[in-house]
């Protein structure tokens, strides 16, 4: 567990899937499909309790629950991941929020704790990707240190994914 002055972070239990499936509800519709709740309606809440039951709860890295400490509610996840399209051993700082707790600095504060649990682990470097259209993120992520490393994966319909990078 993580906390900060106004976050905690923690690992994820199964009762968190439907706050889960309420960010996968309100993605933006330029977010690929297959990140968005299908027209049949997955993932259900079922489907995404059984991926928190079958997550690895230690291994590193990982995402974690981002909770209000005063009230305990759950308004997202931020955490490192394994992503191929970055070189090995460097993983990527992932994060999103309720919509409704937009705005008010969450991302970047649980952002910045990540990012010193991550130096504190050894890792060299940290990768996110974000797309173009995306400023809120782009902001978070400028707001770390992030800088664009020049690689950019074009996308004509879901618009342009750019990587970033932070030394540690």
Known sequence: MVETERL?????????A???????????????????????????????EAWIRGAPREEEPRLLVVELRESGEMI??????????????EPELAYELLRRHWGRGYATEAARAIVERARAAGYPRLWASVRDWNTASRGVLAKLGFVESGRVEPDAVHGDSIFTTLAL
């Open 8 to 16: 905690r972070l923690r690992g994820w239990r199964p009762a968190d």
């Open 18 to 48: 439907v706050v889960h499936r309420e960010l996968w509800t309100e993605r933006d519709p330029r977010v690929p499909p297959h990140r968005r709740i299908s027209a049949d309606g997955h993932p259900s809440i079922e489907e995404l």
């Open 76 to 89: 997202g996840y931020c955490g490192l991941v394994h992503n191929p399209a970055v070189p090995e051993g």
